[in-house]
């Protein structure tokens, strides 16, 4: 088992990395993904954004989920301003929605190791094994994946 994670640690940590301003935790009980996140919000001051629930309240947005891409869900993120740190739920609709597009993990991935911008990203979101199992090369010192099970308590 590796070392557990201290997530507020990480939350702190993240916006100070020069790249690599996000990652995912990824959790094995949809129910609860966005209590946890929360809680992590409410604990390090960090912003929570639900994606479901922003494109639920969004017209236009909703409209476009079929050709939303991933450089579109980042720049919608990048507006996202008033918090050094970002936590995100609610991205498994819109992953559903890049399966047909054969590149969108591989971007997913990318934008995830190379961000050099803030708000930094924390993706909360349903396990996903090509995601757990991909080796991040560019930056090995940071964590880009984490398995929620290896998170210490949101104490």
Known sequence: MSQAVDMIKLVEDLPKRPRGQACAVLTHEYFGQKAWATELSQRTGAKHVDLLDLFADNEQLASNVSS?????LFNLLQKQ???PVLIVTGIEFLKAAWSGNANAFEQFAHRME?????????????????LAERKFKRFRQY????????????I
């Open 143 to 154: 964590k880009f994946v984490i398995d929620q099970k290896e998170t210490l308590a949101l």
């Open 68 to 72: 939303f891409s991933v450089d579109e």
């Open 81 to 83: 301003v008033d918090s």
């Open 114 to 130: 190379t961000r050099e911008q803030l708000p930094a990203i924390i993706f909360v979101m349903q396990f996903d094994s090509e």
